[in-house]
């Protein structure tokens, strides 16, 4: 059974663009977080959703930052207009609808804005 | 939101017990009790949850406290695998996203 997957693992961005970063749950889960880890700070989270819905968004920048869950596919947060203090390991995990005790977090995808 | 207190650092000898301490004396009937660990350049691990029993899996033990002010996660005989930062966590429901403190940095020693 695959764990959580993210890809990129490395994305390297200049200011202004965007940054599409992709996460695929483990088999049968339909729980997602997304969680940020600035350089020498802990983890952070930012949102949390399930198929099709936003369930909780604390956590996510007001602006620029907007994640989504669709039916079908990965789940998907999206940066725009990315600037040097979005540079950051970006973690998703994911749990099952019967267990949510235990989430499974991916390998990361660390973002490089230069 | 109930918070713990975990000691910045410890250090431990290769194939020795590991007694990692929480304090959490906010907590309340309803939260659970949570480890998770992160190895260097990884992802967050989980290890392990309890609510008021002690419990074991295949990674490590937990001992809770009987007034529930504290836990300590128990890893039987540490292994050099076994260096990460580890974090007790205090969650109300299944669901609630994992608030993260800056935990307790594993040290292992050859």
């Known amino acids: 059974n695959a764990g959580v997957m993210q890809n990129p693992r490395h994305l390297v961005r200049r200011r202004g663009q965007e940054a599409r970063l992709r996460c695929s749950p483990m088999?049968?889960?339909?729980?997602v977080y997304w969680y940020r880890q600035l350089p020498e700070e802990g983890l952070k989270f930012m949102v949390y959703?399930?198929?099709?819905?936003?369930?909780?968004e604390s956590g996510m920048p007001k602006e620029r930052f907007s994640a989504e869950f669709p039916k079908e596919g990965p789940s998907i947060l999206r940066i725009q207009q990315v600037v040097r203090g979005d540079s950051a390991a970006y973690f998703c995990?994911?749990?099952?609808?019967?267990?949510?005790?235990?989430?499974?977090f991916g390998p990361g995808t660390r973002l490089t804005v230069t | 939101d109930a918070k713990t207190t975990q000691p910045n650092s410890m250090e431990s000898n290769e194939e020795e017990p590991v007694h990692l301490p929480c304090n959490h004396s906010?907590?309340?009937?309803?939260?659970?009790i949570h480890w998770y660990r992160q190895l260097p350049s990884q992802g967050p691990e989980y290890v392990i949850h309890?609510?008021?029993s002690n419990v074991n899996n295949r990674m490590a033990s937990l001992a809770i406290a009987e007034d529930r002010k504290s836990s300590t996660l128990i890893l039987h005989r540490a292994t050099l695998r076994d260096a990460a930062v580890y974090y007790c966590?205090?969650?109300?429901?299944?669901?609630?996203?994992?608030?993260f403190g800056p935990g307790t940095s594993l040290s292992v020693i050859p």
């Open positions: 966590i205090l969650r109300v429901t299944s669901y609630d996203k994992v608030i």
């Open positions: 309890g609510l008021t």
């Open positions: 906010t907590i309340s009937g309803t939260d659970y």
């Open positions: 088999k049968g889960h339909s729980h």
């Open positions: 959703l399930q198929k099709e819905n936003i369930i909780d």
């Open positions: 995990a994911s749990s099952r609808r019967d267990r949510g005790n235990e989430q499974y």
